[in-house]
Protein backbone atom coordinates (compact mmCIF):
# COMPACT_ATOMS: atom_id res chain seq x y z
CA UNK A 1 0.00 0.00 0.00
CA UNK A 2 1.08 3.22 -0.95
CA UNK A 3 1.49 5.54 2.18
CA UNK A 4 3.06 8.83 3.69
CA UNK A 5 3.46 8.95 7.83
CA UNK A 6 4.28 12.14 9.30
CA UNK A 7 5.75 12.46 12.59
CA UNK A 8 8.11 14.91 14.60
CA UNK A 9 5.78 17.51 15.18
CA UNK A 10 5.04 19.00 19.09
CA UNK A 11 5.40 22.14 20.88
CA UNK A 12 8.39 24.41 20.95
CA UNK A 13 9.30 27.81 22.06
CA UNK A 14 9.52 30.65 19.27
CA UNK A 15 13.07 30.60 17.78
CA UNK A 16 13.48 27.02 18.58
CA UNK A 17 13.89 24.06 16.24
CA UNK A 18 12.12 20.65 15.28
CA UNK A 19 13.01 18.20 12.51
CA UNK A 20 9.49 16.59 10.56
CA UNK A 21 10.02 13.52 9.15
CA UNK A 22 7.92 11.45 6.65
CA UNK A 23 8.44 7.83 6.09
CA UNK A 24 6.97 6.82 2.69
CA UNK A 25 6.02 2.83 2.07
CA UNK A 26 4.73 1.26 -1.15
CA UNK A 27 6.99 3.35 -3.10
CA UNK A 28 10.84 4.87 -3.52
CA UNK A 29 10.59 8.84 -2.89
CA UNK A 30 13.66 8.85 -4.60
CA UNK A 31 12.10 8.40 -7.44
CA UNK A 32 9.36 11.40 -6.88
CA UNK A 33 8.97 15.34 -6.17
CA UNK A 34 8.44 14.64 -2.44
CA UNK A 35 6.91 18.24 -0.41
CA UNK A 36 5.77 19.41 2.50
CA UNK A 37 2.39 21.30 2.33
CA UNK A 38 1.40 23.30 5.87
CA UNK A 39 -2.32 24.17 6.74
CA UNK A 40 -2.70 26.77 9.45
CA UNK A 41 -5.39 26.08 12.11
CA UNK A 42 -8.48 27.27 10.18
CA UNK A 43 -7.11 28.40 6.78
CA UNK A 44 -5.75 27.14 3.72
CA UNK A 45 -2.91 25.18 2.33
CA UNK A 46 0.31 26.57 1.57
CA UNK A 47 3.41 24.74 -0.04
CA UNK A 48 6.51 25.18 1.95
CA UNK A 49 9.02 22.94 -0.37
CA UNK A 50 10.45 20.57 -2.13
CA UNK A 51 12.84 17.99 -3.05
CA UNK A 52 12.94 16.69 -6.63
CA UNK A 53 14.02 13.01 -7.75
CA UNK A 54 17.26 14.84 -8.79
CA UNK A 55 17.77 16.54 -5.26
CA UNK A 56 17.21 19.93 -6.57
CA UNK A 57 15.57 21.27 -3.46
CA UNK A 58 13.28 24.73 -3.43
CA UNK A 59 11.09 26.87 -0.87
CA UNK A 60 8.17 29.23 -0.15
CA UNK A 61 9.77 33.15 0.30
CA UNK A 62 8.54 32.47 3.98
CA UNK A 63 10.69 29.86 4.91
CA UNK A 64 13.65 30.38 3.23
CA UNK A 65 16.70 30.59 5.26
CA UNK A 66 14.79 28.64 8.06
CA UNK A 67 13.70 25.46 7.10
CA UNK A 68 15.79 22.49 5.23
CA UNK A 69 14.39 19.56 3.34
CA UNK A 70 16.48 16.72 2.34
CA UNK A 71 15.96 12.55 2.47
CA UNK A 72 17.57 9.64 3.61
CA UNK A 73 16.86 7.07 0.42
CA UNK A 74 17.69 4.04 2.69
CA UNK A 75 15.30 4.75 5.16
CA UNK A 76 13.16 5.82 1.85
CA UNK A 77 12.05 9.05 4.61
CA UNK A 78 11.45 12.59 3.66
CA UNK A 79 12.57 15.32 6.32
CA UNK A 80 11.69 19.31 7.12
CA UNK A 81 14.27 21.01 9.31
CA UNK A 82 13.12 23.85 10.76
CA UNK A 83 14.59 26.34 12.95
CA UNK A 84 13.85 29.88 13.98
CA UNK A 85 10.63 28.87 14.36
CA UNK A 86 7.85 32.02 14.56
CA UNK A 87 4.42 31.96 15.81
CA UNK A 88 2.99 31.75 11.93
CA UNK A 89 4.75 28.47 11.38
CA UNK A 90 2.29 26.67 13.60
CA UNK A 91 0.39 24.60 11.31
CA UNK A 92 -0.77 20.73 10.72
CA UNK A 93 2.27 19.98 8.41
CA UNK A 94 1.71 17.29 5.44
CA UNK A 95 3.83 15.22 3.84
CA UNK A 96 3.02 15.21 -0.03
CA UNK A 97 4.04 12.74 -3.26
CA UNK A 98 4.32 14.44 -6.67
CA UNK A 99 5.07 11.63 -9.28
CA UNK A 100 5.50 13.86 -11.68
CA UNK A 101 4.95 12.25 -14.54
CA UNK A 102 4.32 13.23 -18.22
CA UNK A 103 5.54 16.47 -17.31
CA UNK A 104 2.16 16.58 -15.06
CA UNK A 105 2.69 18.04 -11.23
CA UNK A 106 -0.04 17.63 -8.41
CA UNK A 107 0.10 15.60 -5.56
CA UNK A 108 -1.64 12.23 -5.52
CA UNK A 109 -0.57 10.97 -1.94
CA UNK A 110 -1.02 12.75 1.01
CA UNK A 111 0.27 11.80 4.99
CA UNK A 112 -2.48 12.90 7.78
CA UNK A 113 0.09 15.59 8.90
CA UNK A 114 1.86 16.03 12.29
CA UNK A 115 1.26 19.47 14.17
CA UNK A 116 3.30 22.09 15.00
CA UNK A 117 2.87 24.50 17.45
CA UNK A 118 4.76 27.61 18.30
CA UNK A 119 3.92 28.92 21.56
CA UNK A 120 6.11 30.09 24.46
CA UNK B 1 5.16 34.63 -8.75
CA UNK B 2 1.76 33.31 -9.96
CA UNK B 3 -1.14 33.89 -7.53
CA UNK B 4 -4.53 31.84 -7.70
CA UNK B 5 -7.67 33.08 -6.95
CA UNK B 6 -10.81 31.20 -6.34
CA UNK B 7 -14.23 32.28 -6.63
CA UNK B 8 -16.36 32.61 -4.69
CA UNK B 9 -15.38 32.01 -1.37
CA UNK B 10 -18.68 29.56 -0.18
CA UNK B 11 -21.09 28.27 -2.06
CA UNK B 12 -24.48 26.98 -0.38
CA UNK B 13 -25.78 24.59 -2.29
CA UNK B 14 -28.55 21.81 -1.95
CA UNK B 15 -27.51 17.93 -3.12
CA UNK B 16 -28.30 17.58 -6.90
CA UNK B 17 -27.53 20.74 -7.74
CA UNK B 18 -24.90 21.44 -10.31
CA UNK B 19 -21.76 23.27 -9.09
CA UNK B 20 -18.90 25.44 -11.04
CA UNK B 21 -15.86 26.45 -9.27
CA UNK B 22 -14.01 28.57 -10.56
CA UNK B 23 -9.75 29.26 -10.03
CA UNK B 24 -8.44 32.12 -11.45
CA UNK B 25 -4.24 32.82 -12.40
CA UNK B 26 -2.57 35.90 -12.11
CA UNK B 27 -0.36 34.76 -15.24
CA UNK B 28 -0.80 32.27 -18.01
CA UNK B 29 -0.70 28.60 -16.36
CA UNK B 30 0.12 25.56 -18.38
CA UNK B 31 -2.63 23.03 -18.35
CA UNK B 32 -0.44 20.28 -17.43
CA UNK B 33 -0.12 22.02 -14.07
CA UNK B 34 -3.10 23.03 -12.85
CA UNK B 35 -4.86 20.67 -10.62
CA UNK B 36 -8.38 20.43 -8.11
CA UNK B 37 -8.43 18.98 -4.41
CA UNK B 38 -11.08 18.33 -2.14
CA UNK B 39 -10.22 18.11 1.34
CA UNK B 40 -13.46 17.25 4.47
CA UNK B 41 -12.95 18.53 7.45
CA UNK B 42 -10.19 16.47 9.51
CA UNK B 43 -8.82 15.29 6.60
CA UNK B 44 -5.86 15.26 4.49
CA UNK B 45 -6.54 17.06 0.89
CA UNK B 46 -7.37 14.55 -2.17
CA UNK B 47 -6.07 14.95 -5.24
CA UNK B 48 -9.15 14.99 -7.56
CA UNK B 49 -8.17 16.76 -11.22
CA UNK B 50 -4.79 16.74 -12.56
CA UNK B 51 -3.83 18.36 -15.62
CA UNK B 52 -6.90 20.71 -16.18
CA UNK B 53 -9.03 18.02 -17.08
CA UNK B 54 -7.62 14.45 -15.81
CA UNK B 55 -9.60 12.71 -13.02
CA UNK B 56 -6.79 10.99 -10.40
CA UNK B 57 -7.43 7.31 -9.68
CA UNK B 58 -11.13 6.29 -8.36
CA UNK B 59 -12.25 9.91 -8.97
CA UNK B 60 -16.26 9.67 -9.81
CA UNK B 61 -17.23 10.68 -13.29
CA UNK B 62 -19.34 13.61 -11.70
CA UNK B 63 -16.05 15.69 -11.25
CA UNK B 64 -14.88 17.18 -14.17
CA UNK B 65 -11.62 20.26 -15.01
CA UNK B 66 -11.62 22.37 -17.61
CA UNK B 67 -9.71 25.66 -18.45
CA UNK B 68 -6.85 26.84 -20.03
CA UNK B 69 -4.18 30.20 -19.66
CA UNK B 70 -6.02 31.99 -16.37
CA UNK B 71 -9.00 30.76 -15.95
CA UNK B 72 -10.03 26.98 -14.63
CA UNK B 73 -13.13 25.52 -13.65
CA UNK B 74 -13.92 22.84 -11.63
CA UNK B 75 -17.42 21.08 -12.24
CA UNK B 76 -19.46 18.94 -9.88
CA UNK B 77 -22.39 17.88 -12.21
CA UNK B 78 -24.62 16.69 -9.42
CA UNK B 79 -23.70 17.42 -5.63
CA UNK B 80 -23.78 14.44 -3.47
CA UNK B 81 -23.55 14.73 0.10
CA UNK B 82 -20.39 13.44 0.56
CA UNK B 83 -19.37 16.20 -1.98
CA UNK B 84 -19.84 18.94 0.96
CA UNK B 85 -16.26 20.03 1.44
CA UNK B 86 -13.38 22.66 0.88
CA UNK B 87 -12.18 22.37 -2.69
CA UNK B 88 -8.23 24.01 -3.30
CA UNK B 89 -6.75 24.60 -7.09
CA UNK B 90 -3.15 24.74 -7.30
CA UNK B 91 -0.42 25.45 -10.00
CA UNK B 92 3.20 24.76 -10.59
CA UNK B 93 5.41 27.44 -11.56
CA UNK B 94 8.83 28.80 -11.10
CA UNK B 95 8.88 30.50 -8.49
CA UNK B 96 7.09 29.46 -6.20
CA UNK B 97 7.32 26.44 -7.29
CA UNK B 98 3.51 25.27 -6.08
CA UNK B 99 0.78 27.55 -4.72
CA UNK B 100 -2.66 26.86 -3.64
CA UNK B 101 -5.34 29.15 -4.81
CA UNK B 102 -7.46 30.21 -0.91
CA UNK B 103 -10.45 27.67 -1.63
CA UNK B 104 -14.25 26.86 -1.96
CA UNK B 105 -16.36 25.95 0.94
CA UNK B 106 -19.02 24.27 -0.73
CA UNK B 107 -21.89 23.63 2.29
CA UNK B 108 -25.35 22.64 2.38
CA UNK B 109 -28.12 25.35 1.98
Known amino acids: EVQLVESGGGLVQPGGSLRLSCAAS????????MNWVRQAPGKGLEWVSV???????YYADSVKGRFTISRDNSKNTVYLQMSGLRADDTALYYCARDPALRNEHAFDVWGQGTLVTVSP | EIVLTQSPGTLSLSPGERVTLSCRAS???????LAWYQQKPGQAPRLLIYGTSSRATGIPDRFSGSGSGTDFTLTISRLEPEDFAVYYCQQYGSSPRFTFGPGTKVDIK
Open chain 1, 26 to 33: GFIVSNNY
Open chain 2, 27 to 33: QSVSINY
Open chain 1, 51 to 57: IYSGGST
